[in-house]
């Protein structure tokens, strides 16, 4: 049986659990062939005190160039941190030319959280990333990245309906099927998915720690098991648990990142 091919299009830290290096291990473990397009490599991730950082946005076109001239398409599209608005542009020319029929659109926008940017954002990032959701069939914003997106107030306390709104709006702003990540109710967090007909919510155990790259490893589940099941409700659920147990795997003094291999090992 053939894996499907799916492309995902991020950064590269050569240590730090996250990005590319969270992306190609759960898509391979659920079945799914991982293709990827590096926009940058990094000697760790920005959490570290001091890293490097080399721009691949020089090498794209040859890239792309090469998968032209190889017949190579893909049966999904998954992007993750991209960092600049000049990729924007490429990633929708890898949308417009090497689709298989049928092939959908994950983006998780990763620019900010807790009310803020990452460093280094601004916002014509922010509105090159909007247009950029307007190409994606789901995506994947946490309620930070939504807010920016719709212009609605941040509010660090909320209610159903304030989440509904919110979400509403990115789903009309986009055209996207918008899996809202991180949402906070009723002591629970998890995730409110909206299609443009009805509203489903999936939540988990809060737990009273936080960790770098636990986005990436919940959007590469939710891609991988969305692709295999066509269910956005079991996509949710799994990628959501994964990233709980990896939380409970992880020892408080590893800053950098959770112990995914561990369970994706006992998968």
């Known amino acids: 049986m053939l894996s499907k091919r799916i492309l995902t299009m991020q950064d590269l830290s050569c240590v730090g659990q996250c990005s590319l290096t969270v992306a190609l291990p759960v ?15 990094l000697s760790n991730h920005t959490m570290f005190p001091t890293w490097s950082y080399l721009d691949l946005a020089p090498e794209m076109d040859n890239i792309l160039k090469g998968w032209a001239d190889n017949g190579i398409k ?15 542009p490429v990633a929708k020319r890898c949308f417009a030319e090497f689709s298989a029929d049928g092939a959908p659109v994950i983006i998780d926008p990763a620019f900010g959280d807790n009310g803020k ?23 994947l914003p946490n309620l930070t990245e939504a807010c920016y997106i719709t212009g609605d107030e941040y509010r660090e306390e909320y209610d159903r309906e304030y989440i509904e709104q919110v979400v509403k709006n990115a789903y009309d702003l986009t055209g996207a099927t918008v899996v809202l990540t991180g949402a906070e109710l009723g002591g629970k967090i998890g995730e409110a998915i909206y299609d443009g007909k ?3 919510y999936v939540f988990e155990e809060k737990l009273p720690v936080r960790y770098h790259g636990t986005g990436d ?47 994706l090992s006992a998968k």
Not at 74 to 88: C, E, Q, R
Not at 118 to 138: H, N, P, Q, R, T
Not at 237 to 261: M, P, Q, W
């Open 27 to 41: 898509l391979s473990a659920y079945g799914v062939e991982a293709a990827v397009l590096p926009t940058a490599v």
């Open 217 to 263: 490893i919940f959007a590469s589940v939710f891609t991988a098991v969305y692709l295999n099941s066509q269910s956005l409700e079991k996509a949710s659920k799994e990628a959501g648990l994964f990233v709980a147990n990896c939380i409970r795997a992880t020892d408080k003094s590893h800053f950098y990142g959770v112990n995914f291999e561990h369970v």
């Open 74 to 88: 893909f049966d999904a599209f998954y992007l993750g941190y991209l960092g600049k608005t000049s990729l924007m």
């Open 117 to 139: 940017l990452y460093g280094g954002f601004d916002g014509e990032y922010v509105k090159a990333m909007a247009d950029l959701l307007k190409s994606a069939d789901i995506i």
């Open 198 to 200: 009805k509203f489903v």
